[in-house]
């Protein structure tokens, strides 16, 4: 079983940043790809972006491409996203999930965390 605990949600303005953590316990973390969805008020669960076990492949969705950056740190068991030139449509929960492929699909993954909320005020 894993345990994956999000922080660095909040409140910012419409350009500023944000850097998300996602700690994970219990299984070994290099085993295992992770990945960042959102889902805002109303809205299906939408993908973000994902690393592979090495942390070498990166994937993100179209519309966070150029602005937010994945990565992963196997000696703390953390993920991370960080997030820049956030814009009032990046405001939706973020949650951390983990599983045995990188992919969009949120099916795919077996662990997710709590969610944490971020909201970008125009």
């Known amino acids: 079983q894993v345990q994956l605990v999000e922080s660095g949600g909040g409140l910012v303005q419409a350009g500023g940043s944000l850097r998300l953590s996602c700690a994970a316990s219990?299984?070994?973390?290099?085993?295992?790809?992770t990945g960042w969805f959102r889902q805002a008020p109303g809205k299906e669960r939408e993908f973000v972006a994902a690393i592979s076990r090495s942390g070498l492949s990166k994937y993100y969705a179209d519309s966070v491409k150029g602005r937010f950056t994945i990565s992963r740190d196997n000696a703390r068991n953390t993920v991370y996203l960080q997030m820049n030139s956030l814009k009032p449509e990046d405001t939706a929960v973020y949650f951390c999930?983990?599983?045995?492929?990188?992919?969009?699909?949120?099916?795919?993954?077996?662990?997710w965390g709590q969610g944490t909320q971020v909201t970008v005020s125009s």
């Open positions: 999930a983990a599983g045995f492929s990188s992919t969009s699909n949120h099916n795919d993954y077996n662990y």
């Open positions: 219990g299984r070994a973390f290099s085993s295992l790809t």
